[in-house]
């Protein structure tokens, strides 16, 4: 099975940067889009940001500038760096992969567990 495997979160200071890091392992046989979404109690899930296969990357307007998404390809893992960050950035981030398995070439979503990030003024 797959498994999306998340890191990096934690508790910053207004301004600060954080890199968020997400693994999947299992029996890949391919992944096409990965990405973040975070979501905080009583807050709609918002799209964070995606990244394509190639690395064609797309932001909510709301980190754009301010956030930047990146992948290796041959670790599997998607990464999300996080400048200057404020108090609204408080949320749990998940990580996503759009990913066939190696006996099925049907595509599923797969998610990571969440990672908490909190930023104090």
């Known amino acids: 099975q797959v498994q999306l495997v998340e890191s990096g979160g934690g508790l910053v200071q207004a301004g600060g940067s954080l890199r968020l890091s997400c693994v999947a392992s299992?029996?890949?046989?391919?992944?096409?889009?990965m990405g973040w979404y975070r979501q905080a109690p009583g807050k709609q899930r918002e799209l964070v940001g995606t990244?394509?296969?190639?690395?064609?990357?797309n932001y909510a307007d709301s980190v754009k500038g301010r956030f930047t998404i990146s992948r290796d390809n041959a670790k599997n893992t998607v990464y999300l760096r996080m400048n200057s960050l404020n108090p609204e950035d408080t949320d749990v981030y998940y990580c996503?992969?759009?990913?066939?398995?190696?006996?099925?070439?049907?595509?599923?979503?797969?998610w990571g567990q969440g990672t908490q990030v909190t930023v104090s003024s």
């Open positions: 299992g029996s890949i046989r391919s992944i096409n889009a």
């Open positions: 996503f992969a759009n990913i066939a398995m190696v006996d099925n070439t049907r595509v599923f979503t797969y």
């Open positions: 990244i394509t296969s190639d690395g064609s990357t």
